[in-house]
């Protein structure tokens, strides 16, 4: 079966730093480009960052670039995501995704609320 679970959102002020930890099993973890999606209240799921398999190339969404980063740990099938300099817009649930993409084979974690205040 396979699971991904989310860990280490939070409340943070703006200007703060969080990060996120997805857990996988249930899969080949080097088979498959992981990434992070958000969803803020009445908007769109949106793509925030991917990382290839065996932790290759990484990719940013635009509003994200430079603040966050994304790494792997395969040796523990978990994907991380540092968030710095944190602002109020990037409030939202956090989603852990393999692949890194919307489809309807897409694998998804549970969710993790990220609250940053102004």
């Known amino acids: 079966e396979v699971q991904l679970v989310e860990s280490g959102g939070g409340l943070v002020q703006a200007g703060g730093s969080l990060r996120l930890s997805c857990a996988a099993s249930?899969?080949?973890?080097?088979?498959?480009?992981i990434g992070w999606f958000r969803q803020a209240p009445g908007k769109e799921r949106e793509g925030v960052s991917c990382?290839?398999?065996?932790?290759?190339?990484?990719h940013y969404a635009d509003s994200v670039k430079g603040r966050f980063t994304i790494s792997s740990d395969n040796a523990k099938n978990t994907v991380y995501l540092q968030m710095n300099s944190l602002k109020p817009e990037d409030t939202a649930v956090y989603y852990c995704?393999?692949?890194?993409?919307?489809?309807?084979?897409?694998?998804w974690g549970q969710g993790i609320q990220v609250t940053v205040s102004s």
């Open positions: 995704a393999a692949p890194c993409k919307i489809t309807p084979g897409t694998y």
């Open positions: 990382i290839g398999g065996r932790g290759g190339s990484t």
């Open positions: 249930g899969f080949t973890f080097d088979d498959y480009a």
